[in-house]
């Protein structure tokens, strides 16, 4: 059985910094992609940054390039997600997901069979 649990998140101040976990087990394939999403207020589930594994080739969206940094640990098979330089519109849920390499696109999360269970960012001015 296939689970994402996910940790970290919380409330912080416009420009502050706050960094996500997800852990992956249960997977039993050798290579995955994996994608945060993020779900603001009224919109749809938007994909903004994802990794492979376990080449490590990393894919942002434009908005949050050189603020947002995806890694991951190969050996723990836990992806993160470090946030800087936040601003109240990016408030929302934020999901981890993975893929199996090569199937589907990478911004569409009708690709993705495995989430986290989401997180709540909250970026106060």
């Known amino acids: 059985q296939v689970q994402l649990v996910q940790s970290g998140g919380g409330s912080v101040e416009v420009g502050g910094s706050l960094r996500l976990s997800c852990a992956v087990s249960?997977?039993?394939?050798?290579?995955?992609?994996a994608t945060w999403f993020r779900q603001t207020s009224g919109d749809e589930r938007e994909a903004i940054a994802g990794i492979s594994y376990p080449f490590g080739f990393e894919t942002y969206v434009y908005s949050v390039k050189r603020r947002f940094t995806i890694s991951q640990d190969k050996g723990t098979k836990t992806i993160y997600l470090q946030m800087t330089g936040l601003r109240p519109e990016e408030s929302g849920i934020y999901s981890c997901?993975?893929?199996?390499?090569?199937?589907?696109?990478?911004?569409?999360?009708?690709?993705?069979?495995?989430w986290g269970q989401g997180t709540q960012v909250t970026v106060s001015s």
């Open positions: 249960g997977y039993s394939g050798s290579m995955y992609y």
């Open positions: 997901a993975i893929k199996p390499s090569g199937e589907g696109d990478w911004n569409s999360e009708t690709s993705y069979p495995y």
